[in-house]
């Protein structure tokens, strides 16, 4: 896998204080897409094992909240084999610290589940011993594409209103439990003086 940028102390890309990581690689192509130059699987450089260090490094302080994983897409299949031993990882050393992930594939696509209307599948991104496991290191998924027609500056985390944030281990826990795929998505709940209003 490649990466375009590490950002420190980024506050735009989920809740806090965060480290965000943004992976090389996109198939999907939205029109209007913020990072373009990310569609690239070699845009960047290598995420090696000191980009994986300094990440880890990052995380340390006390006032850090997080890592989030952008791109680029982070589900593309590739994306996602490299990415489970590395959430593994930070998920071991820093368990109190959460994950952010913004993909353009829904939860939906990613569990091989129905897909809601309107929603589209860029190749199979369900993959067997993969994608579960990662998805259990998520904390918060930003998911579906990005709609040019669904635009709206007011949205927080999102460029569209068709994305939603999901709560991943509440979903995943109700999907165990049986609940209907339809009913299962859980909105992660965002401080209520945000939620209150659309700033
Ligand atoms: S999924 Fe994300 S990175 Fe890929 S084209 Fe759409 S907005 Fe851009």
């Known amino acids: 896998m490649y990466y375009s940028e590490i950002k420190y102390c980024d506050i735009a890309d989920g809740e806090g204080v965060r480290t965000s990581l943004f992976v090389s690689g996109c198939r999907r192509h939205c029109p209007g897409c913020f990072n373009a130059v990310t569609w690239d699987f070699c845009h960047g450089k290598p995420f090696d094992k000191a980009a994986e260090d300094e990440i880890i490094a990052s995380l340390e302080p006390f006032y850090v909240d997080g890592l989030t994983v952008l791109g680029g897409e982070p589900m593309e299949p590739e994306n996602q084999r490299a990415l489970l031993p590395f959430l593994r990882r930070v998920k071991e050393r820093y368990p109190e610290k959460d994950i952010w992930c913004f993909t353009g594939d829904t939860v939906e ?61 509440a979903t995943l826990a109700r999907l165990r439990e049986g609940v209907d795929p339809e009913q299962a998505v859980a909105p992660w709940k965002d401080d209520p003086v945000f939620a209150t209003h659309t700033m």
């Open 109 to 169: 696509a990613l569990l091989g589940l129905p897909l809601r209307a309107g929603d589209t599948a860029v190749g199979e991104k369900y993959l067997p011993g993969v994608t579960e496991e990662l998805l259990e290191c998520i904390d918060v998924l930003v998911d579906g594409a990005f709609r040019e027609e669904l635009h709206d500056i007011t949205l927080r985390f999102r460029g569209s209103s068709n994305q939603r944030i999901i709560d991943v281990p």
